[in-house]
């Protein structure tokens, strides 16, 4: 079972940039879909990007297309999210997890412990 870790989350004023990284124990990770969901203050947990095992399909949430990139190191069990143009909406704890397919959010179920990001206006 693959057990990821983020790191990478921060303080980052509107119009910046963050790039969230997630490292996974588990010889699985591999042939796992991974993806970054978010919670915001008083929300519930939402889908913002996955990517299949090879790295060569991602999905995207509407709000963060365009702006986001989600990206994996199969060499280094890693995946990272890269954020550019941050708005205040996108503050949310922020988790990797791990799951059967990038086309399916609702598959995922190894979850990180997430990694606060906070956008200020």
């Known amino acids: 079972q693959v057990q990821p870790v983020e790191s990478g989350g921060g303080l980052v004023q509107a119009g910046g940039s963050l790039r969230l990284s997630c490292t996974a124990s588990g010889r699985t990770f591999s042939s796992s879909a991974m993806g970054w969901f978010r919670r915001a203050p008083g929300k519930e947990r939402e889908f913002v990007a996955t990517?299949?095992?090879?790295?060569?399909?991602?999905h995207y949430a509407d709000s963060v297309k365009g702006r986001f990139t989600i990206s994996r190191d199969n060499a280094k069990n890693a995946v990272y999210l890269q954020m550019n143009s941050l708005k205040p909406e996108d503050t949310a704890v922020y988790y990797c997890?791990?799951?059967?397919?990038?086309?399916?959010?609702?598959?995922?179920?190894?979850w990180g412990q997430g990694t606060q990001v906070t956008v200020s206006s």
């Open positions: 997890a791990a799951g059967r397919s990038s086309g399916n959010p609702d598959t995922f179920s190894s």
């Open positions: 990517v299949n095992w090879s790295g060569g399909i991602t």
